[in-house]
Antibody, heavy 121, light 113 residues
Framework: QVQLVESGGGVVQPGRSLRLSCAAS????????MHWVRQAPGKGLEWVAV????????YYADSVKGRFTISRDNSKNTLYLQMNSLRAEDTGVFYC??????????????WGQGTLLTVSS | DIVMTQSPDSLAVSLGERATINCKSS????????????LTWYQHKPGQPPKLLIY???TRESGVPDRFSGSGSGTDFTLTISSLQAEDVAVYYC?????????FGQGTKLEIK
């Protein structure tokens, strides 16, 4: 069955960096687009970034553009989110989600359980 | 960016009664060449990841109970739960995937009256 397991969250000081990972199993990872979505405490869902099945195309929310980088290693079935220059407002639960197809104009049919990032001094 | 606006923000419905949540997009999200509305509905319970309920505005995901239905086209959409069950208590989000960024509505919190 499809499994997405995020890791790498934790407590980090403002201005520092952190990398999240999402380990995928149960499907042909290299055939599907992947997304990161976050939820700040007490807030709604916010789309963060997407990467195409082969990593050739990447798009970001304006709130993270220039600070976050989405990437993938299809040989390791793993999705990443490198987060630099972290701010307090980046605090929240980060979910990885699988696109139904190889691109990004599709529904998210599976989600991970999420990993919590806290940015605080 | 396409702005998604849900109404109401919260809703209390008696068990067995109908619940209706509305979602309005700031731009048309019906893609003319496919005649599909690029809209999904997700159910989100505390401590769990969001769950896909409806895609293409009205297609129920496999395994989703048939009391959940989606309707609408263009810019106005509705999620209906025909007979509310206790396990339906959650926050519900609409999302458009017509354009990047894929924007979500602010969420509607559904409770039991």
């Amino acid at each position: 069955q499809v499994q997405l397991v995020e890791s790498g969250g934790g407590v980090v000081q403002p201005g520092r960096s952190l990398r999240l990972s999402c380990a995928a199993s149960g499907f042909s990872f290299s055939n599907y687009g992947m997304h990161w979505v976050r939820q700040a405490p007490g807030k709604g869902l916010e789309w963060v970034a997407v990467i195409s099945y082969d990593g050739s195309n990447k798009y970001y929310a304006d709130s993270v553009k220039g600070r976050f980088t989405i990437s993938r290693d299809n040989s390791k079935n793993t999705l990443y989110l490198q987060m630099n220059s972290l701010r307090a407002e980046d605090t929240g639960v980060f979910y990885c989600a699988k696109s139904f197809n190889g691109g990004y104009y599709s529904r998210y049919d599976y989600w991970g359980q999420g990993t919590l990032l806290t940015v605080s001094s | 960016d396409i702005v998604m606006t849900q109404s109401p923000d919260s809703l209390a419905v008696s068990l067995g009664e109908r619940a209706t949540i509305n979602c309005k997009s700031s731009q048309n999200i019906l893609y003319s060449s496919t005649n599909k509305n690029y809209l999904t509905w997700y159910q989100h319970k505390p401590g769990q990841p969001p769950k896909l309920l409806i895609y293409w505005a009205s297609t129920r995901e496999s395994g989703v109970p048939d009391r959940f239905s989606g309707s609408g086209s263009g810019t106005d959409f509705t999620l209906t739960i025909s007979s509310l069950q206790a396990e339906d208590v959650a926050v519900y989000y609409c999302q458009q995937y017509y354009n990047i960024p894929h924007t979500f509505g602010q969420g509607t919190k559904l409770e039991i009256k």
